[in-house]
């Protein structure tokens, strides 16, 4: 099976910033593409930033330029950099990653578990 743990969420004020990471764990052959994506109370999820397994990165324009998304191959682990934080960034955030298991090499779509973000003074 294939499992995917995110982790470094929590309280932080207006202007200030966090890292989140996603780490895969499991039959891994491969990862592919890999995302993060957010839902706050009352809203649809939203794709916050993607990364293709070769570096190319996309994001909307409600956080282009201040989040970064990387990825660690080695360690099946990527990464959500968050800078000048605001209050509607307030949500839980989801790591979402397409993963080609063992032993069948099949390609399933994978979630995480969320993690809280809240931006408040």
């Known amino acids: 099976q294939v499992q995917l743990v995110e982790s470094g969420g929590g309280l932080v004020q207006p202007g200030g910033s966090l890292r989140l990471s996603c780490a895969a764990s499991?039959?891994?052959?491969?990862?592919?593409?890999m995302a993060w994506y957010r839902q706050a109370p009352g809203k649809e999820r939203e794709l916050v930033a993607g990364i293709t397994s070769g570096g190319r990165s996309n994001y909307p324009d409600s956080v282009k330029g201040r989040f970064t998304i990387s990825r660690d191959n080695a360690k099946n682990t990527v990464y959500l950099q968050m800078l000048s934080l605001k209050p509607e960034d307030t949500a839980v955030y989801y790591c979402?990653?397409?993963?080609?298991?063992?032993?069948?090499?099949?390609?399933?779509?994978?979630w995480g578990q969320g993690t809280q973000v809240t931006v408040s003074s």
């Open positions: 499991g039959t891994i052959f491969r990862i592919n593409a």
């Open positions: 979402n990653a397409d993963i080609m298991r063992y032993p069948d090499y099949d390609i399933s779509n994978y």
